[in-house]
């Protein structure tokens, strides 16, 4: 495994302290795949890993890797195969999420990272939970952003034939619809219809990119600018990568030998934005209403965010940085 400084420009943010800092862009080749990865910061007290989620990419976490750097910790977002800078793999059909594990093993050995933290955001947050269960030794705790923890079944109502997940699922179906726009709209429309409250289902008649238009306004936390850079980098790639990964490999764990014990040994913080969409899908409701994570995470705090859409990472971008470092600097790395 090797790492190259890539030709991404790199990314100048100033926070609120006023501290200009440079995040730096590279690519390490593994499992035969030139992974970006954007990093900032010294490890003084340790490293968080930041995994997206979608339609986002390494860029979702700026606001985040300021602020940890800013509290001496490395951080390191790495766009996930098949999405932002990252390669595509020759047989993306063949996807699976010990293809994700192996890239996230790979990214700690590459770098030397005995331990750290990871945050996890939608999708990003399973191998999270993961890699905390299958190498607890290497974790220091975990936070995840609106998805639960559940190892388990749970019985729930199933969403209409129109949600949008059984939707992307239908090989081809999303590549039509998605194809009737650019880049750009397509991820205009992801992001309107992710940012409200209520979950996104298509009447019958009807696609998932009919449900917003042009005339649609942005979130006002979600700027033209943050647009075209979150275009730009699916412009690379496209959608087959991550219509694979997360929606149609949902359920292929690829030979993943999981523990027995399902139990999350290490700490875990839970976001949740309580105006999240995915809050409301019936597996999630009922997986929170059981209290499912109390009983498979050992040592666990949950947060909720009233005003929280499914970006709350984005939208509320204070509140979530002073979770994330509180939770951080309370787990020490060498304790």
Same mark, same amino acid.
């Given at each position: 495994?090797?790492?190259?400084?890539?030709?991404?420009?790199?990314?100048?943010?100033?926070?609120?302290?006023?501290?200009?800092?440079?995040?730096?862009?590279?690519?390490?080749?593994?499992?035969?795949?030139?992974?970006? @990865?954007?990093?900032?910061?010294?490890?003084?007290?340790?490293?968080?890993?930041?995994?997206?989620?979608?339609?986002?990419?390494?860029?979702?976490?700026?606001?985040?890797?300021?602020?940890?750097?800013?509290?001496?910790?490395?951080?390191?977002?790495?766009?996930?195969?098949?999405?932002?800078?990252?390669?595509?793999?020759?047989?993306?059909?063949?996807?699976?999420?010990?293809?994700?594990?192996? =890239?996230?093993?790979?990214?700690?050995?590459?770098?030397?990272?005995?331990?750290?933290?990871?945050?996890?955001?939608?999708?990003?947050?399973?191998?999270?939970?993961?890699?905390?269960?299958?190498?607890?030794?290497?974790?220091?705790?975990?936070?995840?952003?609106?998805?639960?923890?559940?190892?388990?079944?749970?019985?729930? =109502?199933?969403?209409?034939?129109?949600?949008?997940?059984?939707?992307?699922?239908?090989?081809?179906?999303?590549?039509?619809?998605?194809?009737?726009?650019?880049?750009?709209?397509?991820?205009?429309?992801?992001?309107?219809?992710?940012?409200?409250?209520?979950?996104?289902?298509?009447?019958?008649?009807?696609?998932?990119?009919?449900?917003?238009?042009?005339?649609?306004?942005?979130?006002?936390?979600?700027?033209?600018?943050?647009?075209?850079?979150?275009?730009? *980098?699916?412009?690379?790639?496209?959608?087959?990568?991550? *219509?694979?990964?997360?929606?149609?490999?949902?359920?292929? &764990?690829?030979? @993943?030998?999981?523990?027995?014990?399902?139990? @999350?040994?290490?700490?875990?913080?839970?976001?949740?934005?309580?105006?999240?969409?995915?809050?409301?899908?019936?597996?999630?409701?009922?997986? &929170?209403?059981?209290?499912?994570?109390?009983?498979?995470?050992?040592?666990?705090?949950?947060?909720?965010?009233?005003?929280?859409?499914?970006?709350?990472?984005?939208?509320?971008?204070?509140?979530?940085?002073?979770?994330?470092?509180?939770?951080?600097?309370?787990?020490?790395?060498?304790?």
């Amino acid at each position: 495994m090797s790492e190259h400084k890539s030709t991404v420009p790199p990314t100048l943010f100033t926070e609120n302290k006023g501290t200009e800092m440079e995040i730096e862009h590279s690519h390490l080749l593994i499992n035969n795949l030139n992974l970006h @990865i954007a990093q900032i910061g010294k490890d003084e007290l340790g490293t968080v890993v930041f995994l997206h989620g979608f339609p986002e990419i390494w860029y979702s976490w700026r606001h985040q890797m300021v602020a940890v750097a800013e509290a001496g910790y490395r951080a390191i977002a790495p766009d996930w195969r098949g999405y932002g800078l990252s390669d595509q793999p020759s047989d993306p059909e063949n996807a699976c999420w010990q293809h994700l594990m192996s =890239d996230l093993l790979g990214l700690f050995d590459a770098l030397s990272i005995s331990k750290a933290f990871l945050v996890g955001k939608d999708f990003g947050s399973f191998p999270a939970y993961l890699f905390a269960l299958l190498y607890p030794d290497r974790i220091c705790g975990v936070v995840s952003i609106g998805m639960p923890y559940l190892p388990v079944p749970v019985s729930h =109502d199933p969403l209409p034939e129109g949600f949008y997940v059984n939707r992307w699922q239908e090989p081809g179906r999303a590549e039509i619809d998605f194809s009737q726009f650019d880049v750009k709209r397509v991820v205009r429309t992801i992001y309107i219809l992710f940012s409200r409250s209520e979950i996104p289902i298509a009447p019958e008649g009807k696609e998932i990119m009919d449900l917003a238009d042009l005339l649609t306004p942005l979130p006002e936390w979600f700027t033209e600018e943050d647009l075209s850079i979150y275009a730009s *980098l699916y412009e690379k790639n496209g959608f087959t990568y991550p *219509l694979q990964i997360p929606y149609r490999a949902m359920h292929n &764990m690829g030979g @993943i030998d999981v523990p027995p014990d399902l139990t @999350i040994q290490v700490p875990v913080l839970y976001i949740q934005g309580e105006k999240d969409y995915s809050y409301k899908h019936p597996r999630n409701y009922q997986a &929170m209403k059981e209290g499912i994570m109390q009983k498979y995470v050992r040592d666990l705090e949950i947060t909720f965010i009233p005003d929280g859409c499914h970006f709350v990472q984005e939208q509320f971008p204070d509140q979530v940085n002073q979770l994330i470092t509180r939770f951080v600097k309370g787990h020490p790395v060498n304790t």
